[in-house]
Nanobody, 125 residues
């Protein structure tokens, strides 16, 4: 079992920045691909970013490329999402997730077995 806890969400003006953190406990964190997803009201949950176990491969939703950066610190069992140049359309609940299949990196929500409770990000125009 893996327990994930997100933090760092909040209210920010357009053009501003936030850094989300996701702390993991339980099974060996460094084995997992980690992902960030988001869900806006009335919309389906969508992939935002993912990072492989070592941190040397990252993947992004096209609309966040160049603005968001995913990273991880395996010594701290933590994954981060640095979000810059935020836009109102980035407003959503952001979730971190862990994929327990070693070596796989997916954009699909059903590949991730463990999820955090989510943290709200609101970007005002």
């Amino acid at each position: 079992q893996v327990h994930l806890v997100e933090s760092g969400g909040g209210l920010v003006q357009a053009g501003g920045s936030l850094r989300l953190s996701c702390a993991a406990s339980g099974r060996t964190f460094r084995d997992f691909t980690m992902g960030w997803f988001r869900q806006a009201p009335g919309k389906e949950r969508e992939f935002v970013a993912a990072i492989n176990w070592s941190g040397d491969s990252t993947y992004y939703l096209d609309s966040v490329k160049g603005r968001f950066t995913i990273s991880r610190d395996n010594a701290k069992n933590t994954v981060y999402l640095q979000m810059n140049s935020l836009k109102p359309e980035d407003t959503a609940v952001y979730y971190c997730a862990a994929d327990q299949v070693v070596g796989r990196v997916s954009r699909m929500t059903d590949r991730y077995a463990y999820w955090g409770q989510g943290t709200q990000v609101t970007v005002s125009s």
